[in-house]
């Protein structure tokens, strides 16, 4: 896999190395050199990641001749707060610092490390901890502002370094979380295929395969990941690597994010697990609304599409300020309404409009179903993958009750403007009676108990 990163680094515009395999930490102040040439390095960590390889990389540096000036280590927290404050404290310092940071890190400090970075106009070089999230060479910072979670824009870092080693022996349920991030590639990738093939949102062939082709390979060994074994969370860490370079390359997160992650999204703008101790994590998230995306592609064989009257959906297709009305009653929270409203409006399809495209979603149906089969899941299997990860697979499991579930069904599908199955669904009239039909006697849902295991709900 080390080829398709090297391949994909031909194409991004940020990221220029990336060394990753077993004991290379080694090589990260030879990697700093080439990239940075004389320029003095700052290295940020918080109390954990310093612990676990923070003299290490110190060493590299100063091995390759880097002047290293006084580290910036954040308190040691499990689990650092992603909040604007963080960008604003580590800025503020680097900005009367004539250094390029190389952060050893994993999601949180990295996004604070980039965002600061970015700011500052500056390159920087992460070391990374755990195999947790996609985003180490995502353009992009995930970021917590006022209370809700936002993508800022700012560039990848330069350079990656991901020793294996390292990344094994961080903690399990941040390989979970890395696990629960990764799965929704699979029906993340369908949503793509159904864009594509209703000539939405074409496929981009060079991005698709440094994502799919290496997917199923990557999800196949959870009980090596569960038991920390390298060679398993290699293959872990290598694919979030290289999502995260496809979404570089792309500049949009499509390549690796559908309407599973849009569950994650809400439950995160509604800042749901977010005082837990440690907070609810993306990944963990991430993993329960693929499950529920690939409940919703179960059912697609079952569907009569072909019993859909497009001059029927015409006649009752919701008006602009209906549609409207509509998303408000989901969307309570003003944040989060004002927001969902914008995404939604812009894939609104005029009422002049919604013949032509039930007409075109029936006529590639059968084509639909035929792409979108080999490529997902069935939700059992997703479950179950999760399961032998460690990570959680209901949302019993984090505290989201099966009422709130259905709900985020249709909330979620308010909050991106980004094509899926849902809105051909929706667009369809068919939406209400899948959700309907996974909650009632015989569905997903309804016939999945809560386990009684996993929880990580600090109210159980
Ligand atoms: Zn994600």
Redesign the pocket.
Known sequence: MTELIDKALQDSTDTKAIISGRDVVGQTGALFKELFGDAQCILVADGNTWEVAGEQVRASLEAAGVTVVEPYIFPGTPTLYAGYENVERLRDHLSGVDAIACSVASGTLNDITKLASGELGRGYLNVCTAAS??GYAAFGASITRDGFKITRDCPAPAGLVADLDIMAAAPQRLTATGYG?LI?KVPGGADWLVADELGIEAVDDKVWDLVQPPLVAALSDPEGLAAGNPDSIGLLAEELILSGLAMQAHQSSRP??GAG?NFSHQWEMEGHGLSWEPPLS??NK?GIGTVASCAVYELLPSLDVAGVDPEQRAAEWLSPEDNDARIEALQPLPAIRAAALSQSRAKYVPKDQIAARVQLIKDHWAAILERVGPQVMTPADIADKLRRAGAPYHPGQVGIDQEKLKLTYYQSQTIRSRYTIFDALFELGLFDQVVETLFAPGGYWAETPIPTEGHLDPQD
């Open positions: 999230m996609d991030d929704e690796a994010s992650h993306h990944g991430v």
